[in-house]
């Protein structure tokens, strides 16, 4: 079972429209939840990190199921700008390494 | 804002040499990263580095991989018989001390095609 999945996509969504796609993970030790974006063939950037009682930023919110192991995205009122590749992100801590442990991405179009 | 640089931001090599790829991580940071991605696949961590070694490998980072910080700016990724297989996205990343949640950034990459 891969570490971190999620449904690669494309997610084809209408500008103005919501969309929403999660992601599992499957180590239960698992600690820091991110969501990054990477537009393509660019360097992976934060969006933001996943706390355990949920978090919003703007017009993205994510979620965290620790129970079922799961993170999830949701953006509302959709732009074009945020059309890219959505990857999940895991970290289980570790002394000093703290690795990134990246999901294979999901990719989104917003269309006009 | 300061940001992680890379160089170069492409690389051709023949299958067999070395190469080095440089880093100039974010200048009070103290944790540096190697991360590949090779085209149209996931990101994949390559390696760890605090306190002038590392602190954790992955299986990718074999005997021919290695890492150093030579002076107090760069951290060189330096892989020493390229093979075909090499050929990806190298990006660098840093992180700051303190919360163990804080962000690592990333680095243009370096786009590494072995012939």
């Known amino acids: 079972r891969k570490e971190v999945e999620q449904d690669p996509g494309p997610f084809n969504v209408p500008e103005g429209a919501t969309v929403a796609f999660n992601c599992t993970y499957s180590n239960s030790a698992s600690q820091s939840f991110f969501w990054y974006r990477q537009d393509c063939r660019k360097e992976p950037k934060l969006l933001m990190s996943?706390?355990?009682s949920g978090n919003e930023d703007g017009r993205f919110t994510a979620q965290l199921n620790r129970a079922s192991q799961y993170i999830s995205l949701l953006i509302r009122d959709s732009k074009l700008s945020d059309s890219a590749t959505y990857l999940c992100v895991v970290i289980v801590i570790k002394a000093a390494g703290n690795k990134l442990t990246f999901g294979g991405g999901t990719r989104v179009l917003v269309k006009p | 804002e300061p940001e992680v640089t890379q160089t170069p931001s492409h690389q051709v090599t023949q299958m067999g040499q070395e190469v080095i790829l440089r880093c100039v991580p974010i200048s009070n940071h103290l944790y540096f990263y190697w991360y590949r991605q090779i085209l149209g696949q996931k990101v994949e961590f390559l390696v760890s580095f605090y306190n002038n070694e590392i602190s954790e490998k992955s299986e990718i980072f074999d005997d021919q991989f290695s890492v150093e910080r030579p002076d107090g700016s760069n951290f060189t990724l330096k892989i020493r018989s390229t093979k075909l297989e090499d050929s990806a996205m190298y990006f660098c990343?840093?992180?700051?001390?303190?919360?163990?949640?804080?962000?690592?950034?990333f680095g243009p990459g370096t786009r590494l095609l072995v012939l």
């Open positions: 996943v706390y355990s």
């Open positions: 990343a840093s992180r700051g001390t303190g919360s163990i949640q804080e962000t690592q950034y």
